[in-house]
């Protein structure tokens, strides 16, 4: 992603000539060099700097032989931190990282400083004789005693205290915070030398602790392997993580380890992330078992990316397909619908665009609102980028959807948001966006915030002329390789070609442009709305006749293409429009969907 210290090393080397003449304006061109007396940027020939080829912005300082890349210059002349050198190398090279307008708001307590004193007792013994972790780490990492208890702290770069863990001085035992709700962060920054470009990610605090006694800057993430929610740590870190060109992932391993490597990598970018595989399960159990320094940098030096480039053996795949026709009873294989006729039929899965079309007004977008909904609750992210509705008009649809009535109180209102916030992410944009720039928003929401599925209402709002079928069919190609990049499902609304007066349920050749559109969706859902119904049942003359009327459907939801499932169909709804609620029959005492308790949901 733009703006990463990969990226703005690369960005200062192509301009080395002008980032050395910008730092060190006193000196000189000489040759392919740019040569100053010193850091310090008198008129000499003690430090010079490479202008050209593939070694373009490396300099050298021959008085006291420190060297380094232009990033690292920066810091040395301008006297900052690496984290600092990056904004103001980004300031002036121009280049911002694209940012959600919406963020979910979030509030965290701030834990009482632990009552504990510097390791004598068991603690120091348990972590300096049992597990080989040298006194000078333990102080490095403020590692505090409480009886027999070991305490963690989660000490923030600026010395605020984010987190605090204890845990027993025994084998076996597990950290737990000592307060609730506090910021989920990494354990260690308080060890990390401020211009480190390099850190190692453990699984465990004691991990992180034992790649130290070998002489490595190490953190640990909060809570443990295991992808999803376990590693929701990263939003909180994200921007922090900037400063790191290698981050070298050493979690456990197992299964869990490896998943938490892959979440880790996939939101930090896998362009910077290594796995570290250990001949045991952990650095802990490399240290006890008497490894080398000399070994543990050889396992670094040995760590692969976990997306390797070149074609691969079907076997390489045995994993995946048995999990196709064999899911685990905890595998999730994607987010089904709200409406219990679909059940599991209509699968919306990573890596997958599906195409949501009918005419105007069918309710298509109204749809897609209660599944959202349901989304939330079954743990998924989502990220919303309604471009024909400002996001007070989709959250007042989305909040009653969520408690179920027509009018909540107040109480009521906050309350749902709060709940939505724990899976809604919302754009803030209405009128036009280029796709690209579109893209670029999801690509910070699924880095920084996890989202997994992302909603564009509609494609006529993307800035493409209603009849250039070109451009239709490229925005059409980058959102599906994007999605398939990303591993994320993209849920696309378009309108049909058929108007009211046709009365239909649109097909998959009914999209509105390019047939490219249809082509290249993996799932296409039309809808349509039974409005000739509708009339009937206002003009029913008796409560019999509108009975009767009301048995039938009045909205029909076709799953008109499914590439990678069995079903295909069309399933009958019932709109409740006290609730903005879609339910798949027609029998109310069934209508009794909502995710929060009525309590105060019903205004007086």
Same mark, same amino acid.
């Given at each position: ?329 905890? *595998? ?29 007004? *069918? ?242």
């Amino acid at each position: 992603m733009s703006g990463d210290i990969t990226e703005i090393s690369r960005l200062l080397a192509d301009r080395a000539a002008s980032v050395a003449e910008y730092l060190l304006p006193r000196g000189r061109k000489d040759g392919a060099e740019w040569r100053v007396g010193s850091i310090d940027g008198e008129p000499g020939q003690s430090l010079g700097v490479h202008l050209t080829g593939h070694k373009a912005g490396i300099w050298a300082e021959f008085n006291d032989g420190t060297s380094g890349d232009l990033l690292d210059l920066w810091c040395e002349v301008k006297r900052v931190s690496l984290s600092e050198a990056l904004d103001q190398a980004r300031e002036w090279l121009g280049v911002t990282r694209p940012k959600a307008h919406n963020e979910p708001k979030k509030t965290y307590t701030r834990p009482p400083k632990p009552s504990c004193v510097v390791p004598q007792g068991r603690v120091r013994d348990y972590l300096i004789e049992e597990r080989n972790i040298p006194n000078e780490v333990l102080a490095r990492y403020k590692i505090g005693e409480s009886g027999n208890d070991i305490i963690f702290p989660y000490i923030l770069p600026d010395g605020v205290l984010a987190l605090a863990k204890t845990r027993r001085a025994q084998d076996g035992a597990d950290p737990i915070p000592t307060a609730k709700n506090c910021e989920p962060v990494l354990f260690g920054w308080q060890a990390v030398p401020e211009n480190a470009r390099e850190i190692v990610i453990t699984e465990g605090e004691i991990d992180a602790l034992s790649w130290a006694a070998f002489g490595f800057a190490a953190m640990s993430i909060p809570f443990g392997g295991g992808g999803g929610g376990k590693q929701n740590w990263i939003e909180n870190e994200f921007e922090r993580m900037d400063r790191f060109e290698r981050i070298f992932i050493s979690t456990d391993m197992d299964k869990p380890g490896d998943e938490a490597a892959e979440e880790i990598a996939n939101r930090l970018g896998r362009h910077r992330c290594l796995r570290v595989k250990l001949p045991h399960k952990d650095a802990n159990k490399c240290l006890v078992e008497g490894l080398s320094r000399a070994e543990m940098a050889k396992f670094l030096d040995g760590a692969i990316h976990l997306d390797p480039e070149g074609l691969r053996r079907a076997s390489d795949f045995v994993d995946a397909v048995t999990a196709l026709f064999w899911p685990a009873h905890d *595998a999730k294989p994607g987010y089904k619908t709200p409406y219990g006729k679909l059940g599991e039929k209509l699968l919306f899965r990573p890596g997958e665009l599906t195409l949501w079309t009918g005419s105007s007004g *069918a309710g298509k977008s109204q749809i897609l609102s209660d599944c959202m909904v349901d989304w939330v609750n079954q743990g998924s992210r989502i990220c919303l980028s309604s471009l024909e509705m400002k996001p007070e008009q989709s959250l007042k649809r989305m909040c009653k959807q969520t408690v179920g009535v027509d009018r909540p109180t107040d109480r009521a209102i906050r309350d749902a948001l709060q709940w939505l916030d724990r899976g809604l992410l919302l754009y803030e944009r209405v009128g036009k966006s280029g796709v690209r720039g579109l893209l670029d928003i999801f690509s910070f929401a699924r880095a920084k915030y996890g989202c997994d599925q992302f909603v564009i209402d509609s494609l006529m709002r993307l800035g493409i002329p209603a009849d250039d079928y070109n451009a239709q069919e490229q925005a059409m190609f980058e959102m599906v390789d994007w999605t398939l990049k990303n591993n994320v499902h993209v849920h696309l609304v378009a309108h049909s070609r058929k108007g009211d007066k046709d009365r239909g349920v649109p097909e998959t050749e009914d999209v509105k442009g390019a047939m490219e559109i249809g082509a290249n969706a993996f799932n296409i859902v039309t809808v349509w709305r039974n409005r000739k119904l509708e009339d009937q049942v206002k003009a029913a003359k008796s409560d019999e006749e509108r009975r009767q009327l009301e048995e039938k459907p009045g909205v029909i939801m076709n799953i008109a293409k499914q590439r990678n499932g069995d079903f295909e169909g069309k399933v009958g709804l019932w709109f409740d429009q006290a609730s903005y609620q879609y339910q798949s029959s027609f029998d109310r005492s069934d209508w009794n969907r909502r995710y929060l308790t009525r309590g105060e949901a019903i205004a007086a």
